[in-house]
């Protein structure tokens, strides 16, 4: 079972091993979306199957140590109802080292949309309000290439490689070029276009760009609170094949 819960067992079973550690449950209110303090949306795409998760987290809900309990509203994926597969629960954990509460979110079950859907539109809503997230690109099957029209890829000259879909917020950890390692601050990568300076060393000829990378699906919009939706990562097998591109070195 991929859910909230799971980590909260883990969290649980971890507790136990640890000598005069204690579990108590925690105070679960349940509450509307207008009673709850800072209510974000997050998506989860999995890995190894086609299907995810849409999670509501939060800051607070009547007061700062509750958990929330959510079963008043529903949940959408393209006006199609989700699956709720979490209601939201919590424990104290007492140890020799400290007090924590640990809340698991409320938490829906859906289907991948196809590759071609351009935004997935989530929406959380009950009486008291609504909570709107759309997603670009979700389950596109990601690429990289040569950006073309560019100049002759020399060494030390500039090269751009074009990352598709360009929505996708991308964080470049590495680029391998012949033997040379170059990492951030010297990789830009910005709307889609990943820059470098070509190593001043890397001989002339067929040669092999490889990158370290690790993207999210881009925000469409994200209401109301333009900074409360985030997808956590573009699964692997999306990835797969996309971080080498071969070029041309004069």
Not at 30 to 35: F, G, N, R, T, V
Not at 199 to 215: F, T
Request: aromatic content about 6%; charged content about 20%.
């Amino acid at each position: 079972m991929r859910s909230t819960r799971c980590r909260l067992l883990f969290a649980v079973l971890f507790a136990s091993l640890l000598p005069r550690c204690f579990v108590f449950p925690a105070k679960i209110v349940e509450a509307s979306l207008e009673e709850v303090g800072g209510p974000s949306l997050e998506v989860e795409l999995f890995s190894l199957a086609p299907e995810g998760r849409l999670r509501l987290r939060y800051d607070s809900v009547q007061g700062e140590n509750n958990c929330l309990k959510y079963t008043g509203g529903k949940a959408r994926l393209n006006g199609v109802e989700l699956e709720q597969t979490e209601e939201g629960f919590g424990v104290i954990v007492v140890s020799p080292i400290g007090t924590g509460q640990v809340c698991t979110d409320p938490e829906w079950a859906f289907s991948a949309p196809p590759a071609t859907e351009e935004v997935s539109e989530f929406e959380i809503t009950d009486s008291t309000g609504q909570l709107l997230y759309g997603v670009t690109a979700m389950a596109a099957k990601r690429s990289l290439a040569l950006q073309p029209g560019r100049p002759s890829i020399t060494p030390g000259g500039p090269l751009t490689l074009a990352w598709s879909p360009p929505t996708d917020q991308l964080t470049v950890e590495q680029v391998t070029m012949g033997i040379d390692r170059l990492a951030p601050p010297n990789v830009s990568a910005r709307n889609g276009r990943i820059g470098f300076l070509v190593p001043i060393d890397v001989e002339p000829g067929v040669q092999d760009v490889r990158l370290s990378v690790s993207a999210k699906p881009g925000t469409a919009h994200c209401e109301p609170d333009p900074d409360g939706c985030t997808t956590l990562y573009v699964p692997g097998p999306l990835l797969s094949g996309s971080g080498t591109v071969t070029v041309v070195v004069q």
